[in-house]
């Protein structure tokens, strides 16, 4: 479709809504055709920053800088983003072929050549046979590939996505969030996708941007930033990891690192408080000393293999190099 992917620059980027810092002087490089997922708790500040880089909300500070070019100041369509809405807000007047082409008609383009743009992007997201529909007689999914459709039309070299599965069913949205993948792949540009859902950017992202607080907190590829969280709140929010206070400071482990055996020399003592079936595997948490707790997450044949009860004492073990120093 003649789009190329550009990197984006984010510089010193401040929002700032009266009083509240809703974005602290952030600063982050995305490579151009990543797939980059902004994940953080409710009010971190992902929403306004996309929403800054989409040029829907001004920057109060610093500078959003794609393929060299400053566009703190262009108005969104004239950025070479697209934005891609939590509420997929189609016409319902219009058929799915005009909703796609309507900023084409925005632009003035002769109705023969949008429609024609409108079915090559129908055809991408596999919805040609629907261009005649109604958004009514759509369902969620497939207005949200309409949507999609709507927001590439425009060859964006940016495609910035507001939780843009929030609103599908947990079967749906395990399925499209593979096509938005395949189609961010196919396309070679970059899509920014926000999301406070940690599976999700773990099975989505090149690259996750981890916001808290109105800053970074750390960005890595997927695997890096799951594998050694830098911050007891990386950690806690993307999950499967404990967090343990040592002598020599605060550590992650991952759960799935974590072994039980009999109490003994250098083992973590500990007394089980729960043993939870999983199916593939089975959760047993155990307290240590200084009331914290360490949950195991053990390979069912395994636990199975000596099975161990609320209430034991075990000694717990992991390797050293799964043990990662985190910052005060
Ligand atoms: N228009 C606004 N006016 C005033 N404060 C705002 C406005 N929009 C957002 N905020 C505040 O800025 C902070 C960041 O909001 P933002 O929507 O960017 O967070 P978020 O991480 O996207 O949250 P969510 O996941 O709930 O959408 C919050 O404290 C929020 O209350």
Redesign the pocket.
Known sequence: MGATGKDLELVNVT?R??E?V??DAINHHFAPGTYACLL????????????MIAGHETVSDGSIVLGGTDVSHLPPAKRGTAMMFQSYALFPHLSVAENVAFSLKMKGVDRPDRLKRAGEMLELVDLSRLADRFPDQLSGGQQQRVALARALITRPQVLLLD?PLSALDPFLRIRMRSELKKLQRELGISFIH?T?GQDEALALADEIVV?NN?VIEQAGSARDVFNAPRTAFVARFLGGHNVIALPEGKVAVRSDAVRMTDEGAGRMPAQITAVEYQGTHVNVTAAVAGEQEVTALLPDALYFAQPRHPGEPVGLTWENDQQHPLQA
């Open positions: 929002k809504y009266g509240t809703a974005v953080g708790p409710s009010g971190c500040g992902k929403s306004s920053t996309l929403r939780e926000v406070h916001m109105a």
